[in-house]
Every structure is written in structure tokens, then in C-alpha cells.
């Protein structure tokens, strides 16, 4: 569905991603994990536009999107939950998803994709008249990712959904990525709690200083002890 291939993106004189090259197929959930400034966002930014890269591809259901600007990358399908958030504080929880739906045209479906939402995280369903700053942290992204999921994305792509949560809602959040999932929505995920993101994904990509230093299957580098010693605190 996805194919990054070589890609190479400076920021100034930094060389921000050196050779990144990953695959997502269709129906599946995909991890990138690695440290701070690993280059994990850098590629997420890059695939839905906000960064253009300096050499290599992205192709997303057969096109090159290379170098398509962001709000064309959200027209074909990529729908991204950026890190921080980056809801609307002043808007309304509603307001906040409708503005996920602004491209579509097919009222009938937005309002039963509203519905799945609301399915999906009944907190933003009581709060949907409050605005957006004066939910949670883990409201706010439960919000994030609601918006996200609005403009019906073929690929959902969610950079440290975890960021600044507690344990229990880290859980909460993971079961309904799995739940969109089995949907049928395809996700790439970026995290740094690399223990949570391995468990849920079939395949990951391990990146260090803009490189991807390890591939395989989630439940394998779950195992592995280097992947162990450097993410996992072992």
C-alpha cells in the first residue's frame, strides 16, 4: 500500500533521514520505534507532506506522492495524528471532528462516521459541546485521533499517540488503534514506548540517527536483545 524507498531529508544543514526505506501493506499496523530524535516523526512528516524529502520515493497505492502537498496526500488517503496533539482548543470536541471530515461531501456517511467515534471513545460523545482545551491530555488525543479517523483514511498514521499518558489510558488507546484496525484501517504508528508498539504491530522498523537499523516481524524484535537492552530497559 505504502513504499518509502531511500528517502533523505535535511533540515538546514542537518541530514534528518539518511536512506529511510519501509513498506506498510494493506490492512496491517506498522511500527517505526527508536529514540528521540531517531528521525521516527521526520519520516511520518515527510510521507504526509509537511516535509519534503531532498532524494528518494513515496508511493502510496501504486501513485507517487512524493512531492504532493499535504492537503493532496490527505486527499488520496493519509490521514495524520500528529505528535502534541495540535487540536483546536477553542473549538468544540464536535467542531473538532468535523473539521477532520472538511473534504467530504457525503453527509449521511460523515455522520455515521461520527457515530463510530463516538462508538470507539465514549468520553468525547459526553464532552462533544466542551471545547477542545478543556479536555484531558488523554481526551486530547482521543480527539487527535477522532479527527484523524474522520476524513476516512485508507492509511492512519499517528506520531507518540502515548506521549504524556498514564499507564491505563496507554492501554485504553492501544485497544482501539486494534479496533480500528480490525475495521479494515491500515496503521502506521510511531512510538517510543517501543513495548506497547511491538505487541500491537506485525511488522517494525527500528530507527537510529535517520537510519533503519533493524526490521522484522513485531513479535521477533519483542525478543531480540539488542532491541531489549536499548528500548526496553533491559
Excluded: C
Amino acid at each position: 500500500m505504502l513504499e518509502v524507498n531511500n528517502l533523505h531529508v535535511y533540515y538546514g544543514g542537518i541530514h534528518a533521514l539518511k536512506g529511510v526505506s519501509l513498506s506498510v501493506p494493506k490492512g496491517e499496523i506498522v511500527t517505526l520505534v527508536g529514540a528521540n530524535g531517531a528521525g521516527k516523526s521526520t519520516t511520518l512528516r515527510a510521507i504526509a507532506g509537511l516535509v519534503k524529502p531532498k532524494e528518494g520515493t513515496i508511493r502510496f497505492l501504486g501513485q507517487d506522492i512524493t512531492h504532493l502537498p499535504a492537503y493532496r496526500v490527505a486527499q488520496k488517503g493519509i490521514s495524520l495524528a500528529p505528535e502534541g496533539r495540535r487540536i483546536f482548543p477553542n473549538l468544540s470536541v464536535r467542531e473538532n471532528l468535523a473539521m477532520g471530515a472538511y473534504a467530504r461531501k457525503d453527509k449521511a456517511e460523515i455522520q455515521k462516521d461520527l457515530d463510530w467515534v463516538y462508538e470507539l471513545f465514549p468520553r468525547l460523545k459526553e464532552r462533544e459541546r466542551q471545547s477542545g482545551g478543556t479536555l484531558s491530555g488523554g481526551e486530547q488525543q482521543m480527539l487527535a485521533i477522532g479527527r484523524a479517523l474522520m476524513s476516512r483514511p485508507a492509511l492512519l498514521a499517528l506520531d507518540e499517540p502515548s506521549l504524556g499518558l498514564a499507564p491505563l489510558l496507554v492501554k485504553e488507546v492501544f485497544s482501539v488503534l486494534e479496533a480500528i484496525n480490525s475495521e479494515g484501517t491500515t496503521i502506521l504508528l510511531v512510538e517510543q514506548n517501543a513495548n506497547a508498539a511491538l505487541k500491537l504491530a506485525k511488522y517494525a522498523y527500528v530507527l537510529e540517527t535517520g537510519r533503519v537499523v533493524l526490521e522484522g516481524r513485531g513479535e521477533d524484535l519483542l525478543k531480540n536483545s539488542k532491541v531489549r537492552q536499548a528500548y526496553l530497559g533491559e
